[in-house]
């Protein structure tokens, strides 16, 4: 039988749980950088830097993986305005 303590921590981790989705308010070209930015916290420029220099390498490492993302990665959901009074619905 589980804790009220333990009850809060474990809506915690589902509700505060981040998830890698690609950005639909800070994208340039798919949202990908961005969605990694919001993920892991860091500033969205020092990323599109670093997959810039990805794409510089001769294999074309950048440009494979930020295909691949494109595709696996799925986009934020929309947010709609909410009337007073109802509850927020997200459309995936």
């Not at 039988?1 to 800070?26: D, F, Q, Y």
């Not at 930015?37 to 500033?43: G, I, R």
């Amino acid at each position: 039988m589980p804790t009220c303590a333990s009850t809060a921590a474990l809506e915690w981790v589902v509700i505060g749980r981040k998830r890698l989705v690609r950005s639909r308010a800070n994208r340039k070209i798919a949202g990908v950088c961005a969605g990694f930015a919001e993920y892991f916290d860091l500033d969205v420029t020092l990323v599109r830097v670093v997959w810039l220099v990805l794409l510089l390498i001769p294999p074309c490492l950048g440009l494979l993986s930020y295909l691949i993302a494109w595709i696996v990665m799925p986009e934020e959901p929309e947010m709609h305005p909410v009337p007073s009074g109802q509850q927020q619905v997200t459309n995936p």
